[in-house]
């Protein structure tokens, strides 16, 4: 599937806290080992309902490679560290949603610390650790990560500095107090990026290329080294190049069932760049669609260009267009920005903002 069609339309609509930017991250590494031609597994501990399992299964030839998914799903009675909840049946309607069925996939459905990594047959190129969160379990699947991967693999752990999960710092640090060779090289959004030694040097490199500075751009990033563990690591920032204040002089609105209309919205531009809607810079006045209960039940809407270019600091009205609401209720409309392709506003840092409406 082309990437970024993936990242439009299916990441952000499988439930799950993997943040976008996160995901943007994972995609940079992989494509640095697609540059070096790293062949290898995937790994993954801690599935729940896929967010993370669908990008990681878009890296994969599935010519060469494995998909490897391992989560105890419905036997949450070992689930120890009470983080998450997986379910094996959403988790495969999520991904026949986006994928119908693949053949590259092996699931383990059982506690990370029952896995015997001694059966795979390729050394795992991408390690991601996203299950328990207690110390022990994260130590544990340090150390099958450490077993299985190659020279040239990237291990990745989850929620590191969440501080509602200290047992995942307490595990990191245990097992880098071991002197293993693996070094932290990365810290992302929510995500620690670690490499082997071995492989360091190159990493390091690569992300003092235009390769990187491009990718920082084109996501509205920013970066800035720091010491840690010994260790130089790039912390990478959301920059908040786009960013916009937004308001409406209503609150709410009463709509027909089935007719379209628009709502005028104020937008200060509070970017240092032009907001504008041309043919190589896609920015629109959007919406997500939410029920009462604030679920989201329509991502992408129609967008709204700018007709005019709305310099650094300036007010514009924009008569934000509605698609036609086909069924009676409440919903939210969650206004906000798109840079099609790129990014979204709210990403960013920037505020949505929020409408309600009665359809009848
Ligand atoms: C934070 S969620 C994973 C989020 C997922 N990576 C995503 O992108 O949405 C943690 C998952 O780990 C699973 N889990 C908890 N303890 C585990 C263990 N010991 N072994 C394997 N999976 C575990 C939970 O069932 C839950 O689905």
Not at 86 to 97: A, P, T, V
Not at 197 to 206: P, Q, T
Request: aromatic share 12%; glycine share 8%.
């Amino acid at each position: 599937m082309d990437i970024e069609l993936f990242f439009e339309k299916h990441f952000e609509t499988t439930d799950g806290d993997f943040h976008i930017l996160d995901g943007r991250l994972f995609q940079f590494f992989n494509d640095f080992q697609m540059i070096l031609g790293i062949k290898g597994d995937i790994f993954e501990i801690g599935v729940h309902y896929g967010r993370s399992a669908l990008l990681l299964a878009n890296f994969i030839d599935p010519m060469n490679e494995v998909l490897h998914l391992n989560d105890i799903f419905e036997d949450q009675y070992l689930n120890i560290s009470r983080s998450g909840h997986g379910s094996y049946h959403i988790f495969m309607k999520n991904l026949e949603r986006v994928f119908g069925k693949i053949e590259f996939m092996k699931i383990y459905k059982t506690a990370s610390q029952f896995l015997n990594v001694q059966e795979l047959e390729n050394k795992v190129r991408f390690f991601h650790i996203d299950g328990g969160h207690s110390a022990d379990e994260t130590l544990n699947d340090l150390n099958l990560a450490l077993k299985s991967t190659s020279e040239f693999a990237v291990i990745v752990v989850d929620d590191v500095f969440n501080r509602y999960w200290p047992g995942v710092v307490e595990g990191l640090m245990k097992f880098l107090s071991n002197h293993p060779p693996v070094k932290p090289i990365t810290i992302g959004f929510n995500k620690v990026f670690l490499v082997r030694e071995e492989a360091l040097d190159s990493y390091i490199r690569h992300l003092g290329s235009d390769t990187f500075s491009d990718f920082l751009v084109r996501h509205g990033l920013g970066a800035q080294k720091q010491i840690w563990m010994g260790n130089d690591v790039i912390i990478i920032e959301s920059r908040g190049m786009y960013q916009c204040e937004l308001g409406s002089e209503k609150e709410h609105y009463e709509l027909s069932c089935g007719e379209g209309y628009s709502f005028p919205i104020k937008l200060k531009n509070l970017s240092s760049v032009p907001l504008e809607t041309t043919e190589y810079k896609k920015i629109y006045l959007t919406y997500h669609l939410l029920n009462a209960q604030m679920k989201t039940i329509s991502w992408d809407n129609i967008r709204t260009p700018f007709s005019d270019s709305i310099k650094p600091g300036k007010v514009s009205t924009i008569e934000l267009e509605i698609d036609p609401l086909m069924e009676k209720g409440e919903f939210y409309i969650e206004v906000d920005c798109v840079y099609e392709n790129v990014m979204w506003f709210k990403d960013g840092g920037s505020r949505t903002l929020l409408i309600g409406v009665e359809v009848k």
